[in-house]
């Protein structure tokens, strides 16, 4: 990533972290939204506390992408002019992003923590829109399902490590040790509250910090595309060996 980049860096976080608040225009966001509101009901998939859609296609168990284009609207403006521009993946595998999870989250909604995991190259490129809300990061050893196979896990402790706002319209960027060392995860909360200088980490970064000078953000309806580069792409013949083991 270029010079440009590394002024969106994160540097209250002591890893690879960069956001951009003014990614994409007004317009381009209510193009994108509409796009994702009219995608057939079919490609949601609904989950216990949020419906996603999966583009191309989801991964087969062995973690395997199915060789296929995504759609142009989740290309152009985004991964064509935006990307590359920026050579956001251009240490990746494939020199671009092969997978997006469309994410909606309602008020209320969110994610427990959690991790990508090995199946991706360890960057993630987060696009959001429709509105704001903030990421936690965790350390991986204050997560219950990992401390539950700690000899002497310590004092456990629910608070995230590091807080992110993400405005609509913003791009986020974790890579390196922000994505294989923490946990990442969205509270079910209908509103984001201790939001200040000294509890978000990309203050200095934001559009608009007045509309957070309150402390709080009521939560509305947020979509988010999220952008990865799948290591393991087969041809549906390939494709159809590792389904068959």
Known sequence: MGFEVENMRITALPDDAFYLSDF??????????????????????????????TWPS???????????????????PIIESRFKSL??????PHKEPNHVLVNEYLPGQGIMPHEDGAAYYPLVATVSL?????????????????RANE????????????????????????????????LHGIAETSRDENLNPK???NWDLLR????????????????????????????????????SR
């Open 130 to 146: 429709g509105a704001p809300i903030v990421l936690e990061f965790y350390d991986k050893h204050t997560n219950k399902a990992t």
């Open 58 to 76: 989801a991964l087969t168990r062995n973690n395997v992408l199915l060789a296929s284009p995504l759609p142009a609207w989740l290309r152009s």
């Open 151 to 182: 000899e002497d896990p310590g004092p456990e402790t629910n608070q995230p490590r590091y807080r992110i706002l993400q405005e609509r319209r913003s791009l986020l960027v974790t890579k390196n040790k922000m994505y294989t060392e923490l």
């Open 208 to 243: 608009d910090k007045e509309a957070y000078m309150d402390g709080w953000c009521e939560r509305e309806t947020r979509i988010s595309l999220t952008y990865r580069d799948v290591l393991q792409v087969a041809k549906i013949g390939d494709t159809m060996k590792f389904l």
């Open 199 to 201: 509890s978000i980490c």
């Open 87 to 92: 050579g956001i993946f251009n240490d990746s």
């Open 24 to 53: 994409i225009t007004e317009d381009e966001e209510k193009w994108l939204l509409q796009k994702v509101k009219s995608a057939p009901l079919p490609r949601w998939t609904q989950l216990a506390h949020r419906r996603l859609q």
